[in-house]
């Protein structure tokens, strides 16, 4: 069996040819849209269950997070504290 080289003006050829049929396909009338089927309606659920109101909320520690390092300082004497900077 001998083997049959391709060459590069029927390679172009047939990838123009190719490209050509994809693009006509990809432009051409769109399938007619099936009719979509029949569903049932959901079934009605029951009611949630009443719920307590939520407690109080914890007041928060302070206005401002501080680092560990920070406060280090703080208490040195080094800085301010997180009110007065």
Do not use: H, N, W
């Not at 051409?28 to 109101?53: D, H, I, L, V």
Request: glycine share 4%.
């Amino acid at each position: 069996m001998t083997a049959r080289r391709l060459s590069r003006r029927s390679f172009i050829a047939v990838a123009a040819a190719s490209a050509t049929t994809a693009g006509l396909a990809a432009c051409g009338a769109p399938a007619a849209p099936s009719s979509p089927a029949a569903t049932q309606a959901p079934e009605a659920t029951a009611a949630p269950a009443a719920t307590t109101a939520p407690a109080a909320e914890a007041a928060p520690a302070s206005k401002y997070q501080e680092a560990p390092s920070l406060a280090a300082k703080v208490t040195a004497g080094d800085l301010p504290p997180v009110e007065e900077r």
